[in-house]
């Protein structure tokens, strides 16, 4: 299947089957899952793919299982990930903040559906962007990207390896129903290297003493000789446990939630279009994203000026570069399938100096170009009434 | 210090947390010994639950994950699988493996993998205070059984079995040396096997449920309470109603493991892609 040109593959591939090649790109050798719709074509491809590369595909008895595997084969040394949907997502919730609390790199797939609950099972949705960020107890950071294409899917999945090895941290594709069960063109570079899983010095090793910058340098593995000690109670840089000791536990969580949110400007990933004169800006993430560029176009088309933002990663929220791309606009119009969530993270970054109009659509269904442009056009003739 | 405590013990995570009388030291000792006999520390993987029990891979120096409430199994599973050339061994309550974990524990037995568990079975949730747990005796008054238990224990061996475990044994921390020979055998067993250790809580099962928190009395109640496998054999129902049997209970060694046989499946996979 698929051809190489110019020192690339190019492959038809479902949104699940671009993760999966990806994550095989990116190294990840080890995955746990459990069947659910519409995220059953990331295992059922893992199943089939990673055993041809040496890796590991585990279906386990449930979700919860499924995220502790994982977190466990990370440890183990192997990069990892795993796949689900909706209540399947939720039931990972605990190990996504076990994950954070002992720094273990992981990759948690989300193919979005509706909810809440059983929900629409086959149908779009995204409103698990909040989950993403503050779905487990406690304090503690993320990072998410969110694909809206093949190709996307792609991409962001070998990036999401990249950063979650890099700052230690659960790694969200906030991946979707559609882009998930979409098929088309996707390019594979044919020079592309797993992702490095740097090891620490063993000399004065202390598993969570950390940089100057908040991030530990490197990723130990059992039996490498470490001796470690992996605690999800707040722990001393030794690993020690640490609930007696207050300042230490303070600046730990302090440090599990800064290590990222300190690191915001670099983990900015935002493509643009049309920005230059635009008055009405659509901030846009995942699958609205295809529609928004449309309208976009459509309304450049009749003389609007019209601007187009697309969130790769959603969190850690891009709110000063998103002030400084949307400042010389009027109106920001967020489209979201969801009741509108992100829309309030954009009110908040450009604190009531423009106009920020949410465009929710729920019932799993995609906005139409027509929708967005329509409300393009709303604002258009509100400003020159 | 003893030689093997000197060589074993993690000194940093040092002093045990655990109560004056519990039986969780003898847990310790016995599969440090076992781990010295069989000249396995570097290959070791310890996993700890939640409750007092999960502590134990705390105090060993050797590579410790100490996880979440009920999910040591999927953890060990990840490591093993990741390598499985390590020896995994699970520290787990009787609440926290038959209880919040039941799932993952008949699941971890019926797959067969290679990974040794040991159910700390004092009767009741400690940690939390003395709550009733999955193998409460019936009637038994707890602080969330007032009235007595009203439910059936769970027989955390025959569960293994029946879900899957080749090898399975029962003893308590009143046999020490037998307990470290089973531990050995079960982490030498290639596959599944489970090690069930009853044993005393002074401070909550003692108080709670036996009405005395005196370990030397708690350690002849076990005792008391169970008969030797072998012995059994020729005992009536009778004779045998609230008795824990101990001994090696079961031990397949033909069935397939796990690991073993789907890396061979991955080699295969492997070599013709």
Known sequence: MGQEVNNEKVKILQGNEAIVEAAVAAGCRFFAGYPITPASEVAETMAQRLPQVGGVFMQMEDEIASICATIGASFGGLKACTASSGPGISLKQEGVGYASAVEAPIVVINVMRGGPATGMPTAVGQQDIMQAKYGSHGDYEIIALMPSSCQEAFDLTYKAFELSEHYRVPVYVLSDEIVGHTREKVRIPANLSPVERKKPAKENFQPYKAQANGLLDGMPGFNEGYRLLIDGQLHDEQGNRAAHLPDVCARLTERLCRKISDHADQLVDIESSYLEDAEIIVVSFGSPSRPSLRAVKDARAKGIKAGYLKLRIIWPFPETKLVELTAGARTLIVPELNIGRVVNEVKRAVGGQKEVVGLSKLGGLLHTPGEIQAEIERRAQACTR | ?273
């Open chain 2, 1 to 273: 210090m003893h030689p093997l405590g000197e060589k074993y013990l993690r000194k940093n995570a040092l002093p045990l947390l655990w109560c004056p009388g519990c039986g969780n030291g003898t847990i310790l000792n016995a599969t440090v010994r076992a781990i010295e006999n069989l000249g396995i520390r570097d290959r070791l993987a310890l996993v700890g639950g939640i409750g007092c029990s999960g502590w134990i891979p705390v105090y060993i120096d050797a590579d410790t994950l100490h996880v979440l409430h009920g999910r040591a199994i999927p953890f060990a599973t990840g490591l093993k699988m990741s390598d499985p050339n390590r020896k995994v061994i699970v520290f787990s309550g009787d609440g926290d493996c038959l209880g919040i974990g039941g799932n993952h524990f008949i699941h971890g037995a019926r797959r067969n993998i290679d990974i040794t568990v040991i159910m700390v079975h004092n009767q009741i949730y400690g940690m939390t205070g003395g709550q009733v747990a999955p193998t409460t005796p019936t009637a038994s008054k707890t602080k969330t059984s007032p009235y007595g238990n009203p439910e059936m224990p769970f027989n955390g061996c025959e569960l293994a079995r029946a879900s899957g475990a080749t090898y399975v044994a029962r003893w308590t921390t009143a046999h020490p040396r037998q307990l470290s020979k089973a531990i050995a055998e079960a982490i030498d067993h290639q596959g599944f096997s489970f090690v069930e250790v009853l044993t005393q809580c002074p401070t909550q099962a003692g108080r709670v449920i036996h009405g005395t928190a005196d370990p030397a009395k708690l350690l002849d109640m076990i005792k008391a309470n169970t008969i030797s496998a072998n012995a059994a054999k020729d005992k009536s129902a009778e004779e045998l109603a609230g008795k824990f049997l101990i001994g090696t209970l079961h031990h397949d060694t033909q069935r397939p493991e796990f690991a073993g046989y789907y890396y061979e499946k991955i080699h295969k996979a492997a070599a013709a892609n």
